[in-house]
């Protein structure tokens, strides 16, 4: 069955009306107990701290469930939700048009929606930012999450929504931090008596019975599922088909039995009795009138036929199998083996398929000399110098530039440079990312030596990154960022470790 909730027979067989187990059942409220605790600590996290709330599970643990809960219980008056749900690799841009787009600021760009989010905050209204399937979310991205969180006048509630593999990325975007940037809450599973309410609530929100699983069965879904909803969704939906399947095994076998035997061996065995009647009645002497014993005779040899017509055919798989006359003590295994034989063959249909080998072509041996000389001249190496004469304009372009001047404030893919010299837990100042290095060497060179630039990937591109300054403390670095030149500071500059930065250059290599 690929599609249970409008598979009528599985619906019918239970009076469901719907697949109880479906991934989105509309109207279906399951919020168990241990729950309850973990949106109550979002709720005061997201009131009284700047954190990123990052709640983790493994798939199917309940994380949409919370999300969904987080959103109706919070005063729709004073809190504007933004869920966003990634259907692919979400990155920074796409991110801010989504955040954009929900609070009508065009364009939708980080300086637009953080004025839209202050101006939200003058009115009494605060905005969380829900990201589903966090995970799909890219470093900048996050970065650009983690920045909103940090805002001075006003700043949105963020809540993250992934897999445990989301943790090791947000420890490295804030390796080195003075402070505490997230807040991890790992959700646990179903206790078995969370499990059993669960199968309930399911099931008697479908129409259904329930107490439609045994006690048994409850605790082999829990032991199987581990107690994480997705998954007793599938370990449910599984118990409910083979005990359909079984009802319905048995419902067969119940219409083909109408006596004690088969009907098979039962013809089989009247057919031997008649047989060994008639023998003895044409053994037994001459009292027998010949004409009574030619009639019997008829008899034993259309008796057997006659009554062996309507069965000599049964239905087996949905094919139609002669039943042969079987003759004396032979009987039985010239009746079994088709059996034998037809069960063989649907064992054998419902085992894995098993491929066949590839043949090997069939090479002409007058092929081969035509063959070779035509990948024999490869002039594929041949385009491989252009490239390489290529090269030598480009030291004419790096000439009139001070190569000197480069090791103490560039860095490159290759190496870390400058970067790499310094501690991981000191802090520098992010001036702006820009596609054009000659914008970064030009910003460089105007504002001074203490500022610099690195290369890191963006979108499978090189961004070019000016920083000011190294600081020992992320105090001083914020002291320091505020007396930027205002038209630094209209770029948003912001504060981040050594550390990202350097993890960003390896990345790069």
């Not at 199968?199 to 069965?217: K, M, V």
């Not at 003895?280 to 030619?294: I, Y």
Request: with cysteine; charged share 20%.
């Amino acid at each position: 069955m690929t599609d249970l909730a409008a598979d009528d027979a599985f619906l019918d067989h239970y009076g469901f009306a719907h697949d109880p187990f479906a991934a989105r059942v509309p109207g279906f409220k399951f919020f168990p107990a241990q729950r309850k605790p973990v949106l109550g600590q979002l709720h005061h996290l997201a009131r009284y701290s700047q954190l990123v709330l990052v709640v983790t599970g493994p798939q199917g643990s309940g994380k949409t469930l919370l999300r969904q809960a987080l959103v109706a219980s919070s005063n729709k008056q004073s809190v504007q939700s933004i869920v966003i749900t990634p259907q692919g690799s979400l990155d920074a841009s796409a991110l801010l048009q989504q955040i954009g787009q929900a609070l009508g600021v065009t364009p939708a760009d980080y300086d637009s929606v953080m004025a839209q989010i202050i101006q939200l905050a003058l009115t009494g209204q605060e905005v969380y930012l829900l990201v589903d399937d966090a995970e799909r979310l890219t470093g900048a991205a996050i970065e650009t999450l983690m920045r909103l969180a940090e805002g001075a006048e006003a700043r949105p509630h963020v809540f993250l929504f992934g897999l445990d593999s989301l943790v090791p990325r947000l420890e490295a975007l804030s390796d080195g931090s003075a402070q505490e940037a997230y807040h991890v809450i790992a959700l646990q599973p179903y206790e078995p008596e969370e499990t059993q309410e669960y199968l309930a609530a399911r099931l008697e929100g479908a129409g259904g019975d329930p107490d439609c699983f045994s006690a048994e069965q409850v605790t082999r879904i829990h032991e199987a599922s581990g107690g994480w909803p997705g998954i007793i969704n599938e370990v449910a939906r599984d118990e409910l088909i083979e005990g359909m399947q079984v009802a319905a095994s048995a419902g067969r076998r119940g219409r083909g039995w109408a006596l004690p035997l088969p009907k098979k061996h039962a013809l089989a065995v009247l057919a031997v009795l008649l047989l060994v009647v008639a023998a003895l009645v044409l053994r037994g002497g001459g009292e027998p009138d010949p004409t009574d014993l030619a009639g019997q005779a008829g008899e034993s040899s259309s008796a057997p036929a006659g009554v062996a017509g309507p069965g000599a055919a049964i239905e087996f798989n949905g094919a139609e199998k002669p039943l042969p006359l079987p003759l004396g003590s032979d009987a039985q295994p010239v009746i079994r083996e088709p059996l034998a034989a037809a069960a063989g063959e649907q064992e054998e249909g419902l085992g894995e398929p098993v491929e066949a080998e590839p043949t090997p072509p069939v090479v002409d041996p007058v092929a081969p000399p035509p063959a070779s000389p035509a990948p024999a001249p490869a002039p594929a190496p041949a385009p491989a110098p252009a490239p390489r004469a290529i090269e030598p304009p480009a030291p004419k372009v790096e000439a009139p530039r001070p190569a000197a001047a480069a090791p103490a404030w560039s860095d490159t893919a290759s190496s870390l440079g400058w970067y790499g010299q310094q501690p991981a837990t000191n802090y520098l100042v992010q001036i702006v990312g820009t596609r054009n290095e000659q914008n970064a060497k030009t910003m460089v060179q105007q504002y001074g030596s203490s500022y610099r630039y690195f290369t890191k990937l963006h979108e499978g591109k090189p961004l070019y990154v000016v920083t000011y300054g190294n600081f020992a403390s992320r105090t001083q670095a914020v002291a320091a960022l505020k007396q930027l030149p205002q038209k630094l500071q209209a770029g948003k500059p912001w504060v981040r470790s050594l550390g990202s930065v350097q993890n960003e250059i390896r990345a790069a290599r």
